[in-house]
């Protein structure tokens, strides 16, 4: 999966980070643009002692407690040209945890050798798994979809579609039945570190839809904060398509058919659209219809079996 | 075929100006698909989605319909004029 990473700056990290992370930049200003190649972080204590044989310079690094005490335990010219070798092997940025004070030779050594250093209150541990949520999120294959996302009861569905079908329609009429909306028309797909597909709005039009006929309209302010969901992982892709000849290949339900997204294989179901057809709730029974298949129940199946059972010579009665 | 087209009003593409491209796009018998930069693409038939270009002044915007598409010449012209001669109407 490591190949479809993409970098990211570290202001970028420091921008994403501002409430949680508890940045401060104390050198390097200039170059906040260096890229984080590897969304993880490293604590270069062997590099520190000189040892850079398969050092891992592509990550965000780290001084922690153990890290101080070794820098703090040398002299202030070894611990200079401890430093000056770490920062020679192109690292993005160091960070300095728990508000350890970085010295003004530090600094200047920093500035000279165009590293950022940041610094920051919090403790070693609780900054290290924060920062690898936040660069996991920030780095994982993502993009823009057409589509509509919504959660109906718990399943996440992904409404596609052509403009003009009718998802901001029919995402609608979910909420009106007390669904929520997660986006409108265009949502930003992120696979993350275990392959699952999580849909978010995209920033800027956040929880606005636009409905023919009224123009936009802001939901939660509509339909309060129960009919808005932050992010949610897509578990169905519904497709509404106009009615076609197309919908008689799967009149049963038999054919189980599945959309690539970001690389990774998701659950489709197919919506013919017509006048009087109410898609709402179709889009409803498909997400209940998910769940149940999830817990080992098929319809289509069953009745199969049952259908065969009294073709062979068997009976109905019993447990069914 | 393509058309490489930029903002020229101030305030770039917000509601009204999507709007705008929407009904020129919307005549379109295909889809027709913006592209900023290497970012994703976006249908030009969508209010939302043209709000997420996030395009302001000076951006260049890839509009593209199917060579396929029989009115597709007319409507790149139409949105050239749109957002280079007009520019939605704002300056």
Known sequence: MSENLIAISVKSLLSHGKELLDLEVVAGSSRLNKMILEATINRPGLGLTGFYTDFAPKRVQLIGLAEFSYLSSLSDSEQLNSLSQLFAQDIPCLVFTRGHKVYPEVIRLAEEQSIPVLITDMETKLFINKTTIILENLMAPHRKVHGTMVEIHGVGVLIEGTPGVGKSEAALGLIKKGHALVSDDTTRLRRDSSGKIIAAPVDITRYHMEIRGLGIIHVPSIFGVCSIRGEKKVDLVATLRPQGEKDEENRCGTLRYTKELLGVEVRRVYIPVAPGRDVVNILETAALDFKLKGLGHDAVKELDERVIKLMTGGSLDGND | ?91
């Open chain 2, 1 to 91: 075929m393509e058309k490489k087209l930029e903002i020229k009003n101030q305030y770039g593409i917000h509601a009204r100006p999507a709007a705008l491209i929407v009904g020129i796009a919307s005549r379109c018998d295909g889809e027709v698909w913006v592209v900023k930069n290497d970012d994703d693409a976006i249908s030009a038939k969508s209010i939302m989605g043209l709000i997420t270009l996030e395009a302001s002044v000076g951006t260049v915007l890839t509009f593209t319909i199917d060579d396929s598409v029989e009115n597709a010449e007319q409507i790149l012209d139409e949105l050239e004029e749109l957002l280079h001669i007009r520019k939605f109407d704002e300056d």
